[in-house]
C-alpha cells in the first residue's frame, strides 16, 4: 500500500505563480524526499528532509515537514513553464531498511 | 541519469514468454532497485538489492525475481509475463540513508505483454 499520499492530484497554475504541494504519510519516518518526473523520463531528486527538521530550502523550492501530522509540502516559488511535471513525496521509515515508498503523485501544469 | 543505464528502453512480449530487464550502474553504488509505475498507482517496489547477491521482496514482487552477480548489474526477470505485468520499468540507485538516502533513476523500460 502506498505510505504517501499526494493533494491535490493536478494543478493547473500559471506562470509566476506559486505552486504548493502536500503529501500525508501514515508511519514513523527516518525522511522524506520530493522528486520530479518529467513526461517520459525517470524521475530527479529534489530535496530530502529529515525528521528532525521542519523545513528546508533548495532554490525556489521550500518544504515543510510536521511530524505529529504526518504531512509534508512543497512550495515552487515564480513558477515556471520547465517546472511542468509530476511530483512525487517518498517516505523512508524508521525501522531500519533503505526502502523508500512513493506515493501517488501530484501533476502540475504551469500555463505560460 | 546519474551513470543509470536500462535495457531494453522498449520491449514487446506475448503472455508466457519469459524476459529480463537489465540495468547497469556506473556509480559502484550498493542499492539497487527495480519498481513499476502504473497509472494511479505511482512507483512501487518489486525488488531491491543491498550488496552482490543480497536481494529482498518488495511490495508487488509475485512473478518477478532479480538477480545480482556483480555491483554494477541488477536483472529483474519475468518468468512467465502476464498482461498485468505490462508497465513502464524503473530501476534505481543509492548509497545508503547514512550518506544521504536519494536515490538516482534510469530512464525506464516500457513493457507491453500482449
Known amino acids: 500500500s502506498q505510505q504517501g499520499e499526494e493533494d491535490p492530484q493536478a494543478l493547473s497554475i500559471q506562470e509566476g505563480e506559486n505552486a504548493t504541494m502536500n503529501c500525508s504519510y501514515k508511519?514513523?519516518?527516518?525522511?522524506l524526499q520530493w522528486y520530479r518526473q518529467n513526461s517520459g523520463r525517470g524521475l530527479v531528486h529534489l530535496i530530502l528532509?529529515?525528521?528532525?527538521?521542519r523545513e528546508k530550502h533548495s532554490g525556489r523550492l521550500r518544504v515543510t515537514l510536521d511530524t505529529s501530522k504526518k504531512s509534508s509540502s512543497l512550495l515552487i516559488t515564480a513558477s515556471r513553464a520547465a517546472d511542468t511535471a509530476s511530483y512525487f513525496c517518498?517516505?523512508?521509515?524508521?525501522?531500519?531498511?533503505?526502502?523508500?515508498?512513493f506515493g501517488t503523485g501530484t501533476r502540475l501544469t504551469i500555463i505560460p | 541519469d546519474a551513470g543509470i543505464t536500462q535495457s531494453p528502453r522498449h520491449k514487446v512480449t506475448e503472455t508466457g514468454t519469459p524476459v529480463t530487464l537489465r540495468c547497469h550502474q556506473t556509480?559502484?553504488?550498493?542499492?539497487m532497485y527495480w519498481y513499476r509505475q502504473d497509472p494511479g498507482h505511482g512507483l512501487r517496489l518489486i525488488h531491491y538489492?543491498?550488496?552482490?547477491?543480497?536481494?529482498d521482496k518488495g511490495e508487488v514482487s509475485d512473478g518477478y525475481s532479480v538477480s545480482r552477480s556483480k555491483t554494477e548489474d541488477f536483472l529483474l526477470t519475468l518468468e512467465s509475463a502476464t498482461s498485468s505485468q505490462t508497465s513502464v520499468y524503473f530501476c534505481?540507485?543509492?548509497?545508503?540513508?547514512?550518506?544521504?538516502?536519494?536515490?538516482?533513476f534510469g530512464p525506464g523500460t516500457r513493457l507491453t505483454v500482449t
Open positions: 556509480e559502484n553504488h550498493r542499492y
Open positions: 538489492s543491498y550488496g552482490v547477491k543480497d536481494t
Open positions: 534505481a540507485i543509492s548509497e545508503s540513508q547514512a550518506k544521504g538516502g536519494e536515490q538516482y
Open positions: 508511519t514513523s519516518i527516518n525522511n
Open positions: 517518498a517516505t523512508v521509515s524508521n525501522f531500519g531498511n533503505e526502502k523508500l515508498t
Open positions: 528532509i529529515r525528521s528532525n527538521e
